[in-house]
């Protein structure tokens, strides 16, 4: 498990944070001048180049979002210029973008932070920006909220495999249907009925806590406090629940690490979000008490499994089943070894997660829980320090990713393996490096004592 070190601070972190964003600054540089844009997306690194593989254009805004996040953190212009020229030029498509649940990675970390941004006063305000960031977040909310499913307890955005899918991802992505509905956007089917996008956001956070989240009551043999499944399969015929599934992970017994990251980000900022909202608007789902309850029992119960299950440094290896595992020894009791010949650590997870921890320990502590709260604080800085240092910051100029080790997709064989090397090792992804920058920029601001970083500060 984690070695959580309690005497860590958020300042112990600056002189890290200084050098990261250089290094942060240089990658996404070589990006803008290098990448090959009629390949599409870049996604992942090959021998530290950009390239593109997938099955969705899910990942380019992480890349114009990175630029938003370095202007923000930096405040050096042509970051800005980058983000926001280039989410002007390519970004359209991906607010009707009808077959992906991704709509809150793409559109928010574009849109949404350089809306915020204006919030904020670190961007001129302007009066058709504005209009206009605001218009392409209310849009993408709409086409997400439109991808649902009706399920016997309610229902949930589906991801791109079908109607019968729910990816415990999406949990974070769906920030686009709450800042859609927050700026007031009416969502409208046949016969012109109104759909309250609130209710569908709601909705499929309780299904996600419901069975993308393990309890430890017995749903099945390997149940365990915290354990995720990637995909939850239903039958849309009559909307019961059929059986956990995975597609990047292992198998929809074990517990593929990255996404279970997504759920211990997407609750506790949910939380967050929820605390804008008034009782009166909550009444109709059940009430703030009953809402928080399910938000606040997935939050605890998935970061808590991160903690158990993860090395003491912080990093996970990307799957907490994967067959290998069992001869790296106890591997547990010691820090990952992302160059061992059995099986990869993935980064990212620990990139996304950390958020997630950090998220949640501010929340509780905010709360009154200030022992538990302190817990997934400290938990959180851990792992950020851990990453902040090599073998996982890349210091190597000529390598366009900055956070390495990241895995893509390790039952299909997407992820690059080194020459002598046994397993995937040494590579970026967009999403890793995305939530390396945002995650470093959130404990920045605290240190400077600047605006909390939320999602719906865009708001």
Not at 15 to 22: I, N, Y
Not at 150 to 162: A, E, Q, R, V
Not at 428 to 455: C, T
Request: contains cysteine; aromatic residues 14%; hydrophobic residues 35%.
């Amino acid at each position: 498990m984690i070695k959580i070190d309690y005497n860590l601070q958020p300042t112990d972190l600056t002189s890290k944070l200084q050098a990261f964003w250089e290094l942060s600054g240089q990658k996404i540089h070589s990006i803008e001048q290098n990448y090959d844009v009629s390949k599409g997306s870049p996604v992942f690194t090959q021998q530290g180049k950009y390239t593109t593989r997938g099955w969705t254009e899910w990942t380019q805004g992480f890349q114009f979002g990175s630029a938003i996040l370095q202007f923000d953190a930096t405040g050096e212009q042509d970051f800005l210029e980058i983000g926001r020229k280039n989410t002007l030029k390519v970004m359209a498509p991906h607010i009707s973008h009808i077959g992906v649940h991704d709509h809150g990675f793409n559109n928010v970390s574009t849109y949404g932070n350089l809306l915020r941004l204006m919030r904020e006063g670190k961007i001129a305000f302007n009066e058709w920006e504005k209009n206009f960031y605001e218009l392409a977040l209310k849009i993408s909310g709409a086409v997400q909220a439109s991808r649902w499913t009706p399920i016997k307890s309610g229902g949930y955005i589906h991801s791109f495999n079908g109607a019968h899918s729910l990816f415990v991802d999406t949990i974070r992505s769906c920030r686009a249907l709450v800042v859609s509905h927050r700026l007031g956007h009416i969502f409208q089917g046949e016969g012109d009925v109104k759909i309250n996008m609130l209710d569908r956001a709601l909705q499929h956070i309780k299904a996600t806590a419901d069975y993308s989240v393990f309890y430890g009551e017995g749903r099945d043999s390997y149940d365990i406090w915290g354990r995720t499944a990637h995909e939850s399969v239903f039958n849309v015929k009559d909307g019961n629940f059929r059986c956990p599934n995975s597609q990047q992970g292992y198998t929809g017994f074990t517990t593929w690490t990255r996404g279970l990251a997504w759920a211990m980000c997407g609750f506790p900022e949910e939380l967050e979000f929820l605390e804008t909202l008034e009782d009166t608007e909550l009444e109709a789902f059940g009430g703030r008490t009953f809402i928080e309850s399910y938000m606040l029992k997935a939050a605890r119960a998935t970061c808590d499994f991160y903690i158990e299950h993860t090395p003491i440094d912080g990093i996970p290896y990307w799957d907490t089943g994967a067959p290998n595992l069992h001869k790296l020894g106890d591997y547990l009791d010691q820090k990952a070894n992302p160059y061992n010949d059995f099986e990869p650590v993935d980064s990212s997870a620990a990139a996304i997660g950390s958020q997630g921890l950090l998220r949640l320990g501010k929340y509780l502590i905010k709360k009154g829980e200030t022992e538990a709260g302190q817990k997934y604080w400290q938990a959180g800085l851990t792992v950020l320090n851990s990453l902040l240092d090599e073998p996982y910051l890349s210091k190597n100029e000529a390598h366009q990713g900055l956070l390495l080790h990241s895995i893509y997709h390790q039952p299909n064989g997407w992820d690059y393996v080194p020459e002598g090397s046994k397993i995937a090792n040494g590579e970026s992804s967009m999403w890793g490096d995305y939530h390396f920058r945002e995650v470093a920029l959130y404990v920045q601001k605290i240190i400077n004592n600047e605006p909390y970083y939320a999602f719906f500060n865009c708001l």
